[in-house]
């Protein structure tokens, strides 16, 4: 098949109109396919006839990468068919079962663009860089019936069709996260690789792993043993402890680099420090070490400003930054810095000041909190993380007496980023905070109330509307690295209650971070979600089946 080109027009071009011309009507067995989350920037189906996975076909790769990105794309593939799906360097053959041909072509630009031409004979993926081409191959996870993602699930009736299509595709933003909090709650290694699967398959491309709390610290800093000998024993509601080993971490970044995915790790300073304070009495100013927390409330705790502990916390400071930003290999780490209110204004911008020169001395670009915009000394190119309410946001009426939001001086603070010269990741919590209730407050799997209502609760069509480029003021498309969709687990303590809170609505930021603005519609991305729908459930996934939306039975 002819390779493509994408340009950055390609972009531009409405996807929705072309899903609703179309009309989704491909029958791949079991579960109609009716359409790709987060929308490609331009999807046709043809007529070219469907594509069948079989026994013989084969993954057959060519450029560097491209056999590295086949593997991770055909071992689910192996364990739900049975099938070999080698993968091999040679000629495609055209046949019923026919090959998957996965290309290195420098001819598609974008570093994450990809161009896929399915059909009776084949499947075509092409891409200038391997990230492409993986994204390429998550499109066609979700192109194939649902039950491709359950180990020993078989043939499905109709057989592992793919419905032919043209797709020329590249992301919106470049970075695409995932927030979770596994501070207040603990996730083990093997729930944090199940949600990379989930975020593959949404092209989200980051994870923030919040790794430090009042509640617990999660990460093994071997200068610093305490923190995870004291500071990892509790959570929230005394639910028990836990943290990562340096090689739990190291498990995690492997994992999520064979996805695409970057991790961002974040310890949270100088606020939300109780359980830092809790194992070293000597980072409180007054040396006395406060009893570990397993509450919800916030702002109470803050690292010493104090020029007598300057020596003490700026070690603390170096050496757990360093050993963070030693076992990661991605380019960010970020430094927290919300809700500094145990912390004198003074002593906040000393301590920022600090704080983001030891980040910065890692040679990683530091994030931060829009709190830490107040500063203007941060490093260069310091990526600001805005996480107050959209500038829009208005309380319902009932609910006018609850604190004034958003902060009047957010919004500044976050331009503060852009005019030191770095960008912004969007994180409003009134469209992005996955923790925030429902409106008809629904229990969860388990029966019991979830989620918290401070920045109002969010419907699936609240999340999707949300415009990035209006949360603050002022913003230029270019201000925009990305967006992040969060979620904090105060009240989410097992997959469950966390899977129903998070599933769908993080669909809906991930094709807000992916697709074109202008191709956004809502009654397309709801006709869309059955599909994605059918993959979660292949994949077991907890997620709410919220109305309005055809889900697959
Ligand atoms: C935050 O929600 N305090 C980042």
Known sequence: MPSASVSRTAVVVAAASLFALTGCSADSGDDPFSGLVPAPARFELTDRGDFTLGERTRLVVSGDGAAAVAETFAAPLRAATGYDLPVEEAEPEASPDGDIELVID??????????????????????????GLFWGTQSLRQMLPGAIEESGAGEPEGGWRVPAASIVDQPRFAYRASLVDVARHFSP??????????????????LHLHLTDDQGWRIRIDSWPELTGIGASTSVGGDG????????????????AERFITVVPEIDLPGHTNAALSAYPELNCDGVAPPPYEGIEVGFSSLCADPARAEVTDRFLADVLGEVAEMTPGPWIHVGGDEPLATRPDDYLDLTRRITAAAAAT??????YHEMGASNELPPGTVGHYWDLTAAHEMPANRRD??????????????SFLEQGGRLVLAPADRTYLDMMYPDRPAGPLGTELGTRWADTITLEEAYAWRPEETVGGLDESDILGVVASVWTETLSNPPDFEFMVFPRIAAIAEVAWSPADARDEEDFRSRLPTLGAHLDGLGVAYRKVGGVDWAE
């Open 106 to 131: 420098p001819a598609v630009e974008g570093d994450e663009a990809y161009v896929l031409e399915s059909g009776h004979g084949g499947v075509r993926i092409a891409a200038g860089e391997p990230a």
């Open 189 to 206: 290694v093997d729930y944090i690789e199940k949600h990379l699967d989930r975020m593959a398959l949404m092209k989200l491309n980051v």
């Open 241 to 256: 402890g836990g943290f990562y080993t340096k090689d739990d971490y190291r498990r995690i970044v492997d994992y999520a």
């Open 363 to 368: 040679d990683k670009t530091v994030i931060a």
């Open 402 to 415: 609850e604190p004034a939001r958003p902060y009047p001086e957010s919004a500044g603070q976050a331009h």
